[in-house]
């Protein structure tokens, strides 16, 4: 069982940046690929980023592409979003997964609770 708990979100004006983190439990959440998706009130989870277990692959969503970050420290079971350049249609509440290299929910087993992202124009 994989459990994930993230952390580092919060309000934050356009233009500026954020850290996510997600805290993995279980000691085989360094074999899974992991990803963050988000999703704003009244719309659908969306891919934002993922990475494979190495951290050799990663793959972004177009609209986050050039300011986003994923990685990952396996060492230490976490795995980090970080976001510069914010825009206010980046708001949402992110998650954390894990699962296979993917870009859908559907390929992702375990999730966090989320994170609220807000950003001000």
């Known amino acids: 069982q994989v459990q994930l708990v993230e952390s580092g979100g919060g309000l934050v004006q356009a233009g500026g940046s954020l850290r996510l983190s997600c805290a993995a439990s279980?000691?085989?959440?360094?074999?899974?690929?992991m990803g963050w998706f988000r999703q704003a009130p009244g719309k659908e989870r969306e891919f934002v980023a993922s990475i494979s277990w190495s951290g050799r692959s990663t793959y972004y969503a177009d609209s986050v592409k050039g300011r986003f970050s994923i990685s990952r420290d396996n060492a230490k079971n976490t795995l980090y979003l970080q976001m510069n350049s914010l825009k206010p249609e980046d708001t949402a509440v992110y998650f954390c997964?894990?699962?296979?290299?993917?870009?859908?929910?559907?390929?992702?087993?375990?999730w966090g609770q989320g994170t609220q992202v807000t950003v001000s124009s």
């Open positions: 279980g000691r085989t959440v360094s074999r899974y690929a």
């Open positions: 997964a894990g699962g296979d290299y993917a870009y859908t929910p559907r390929d992702y087993y375990y």
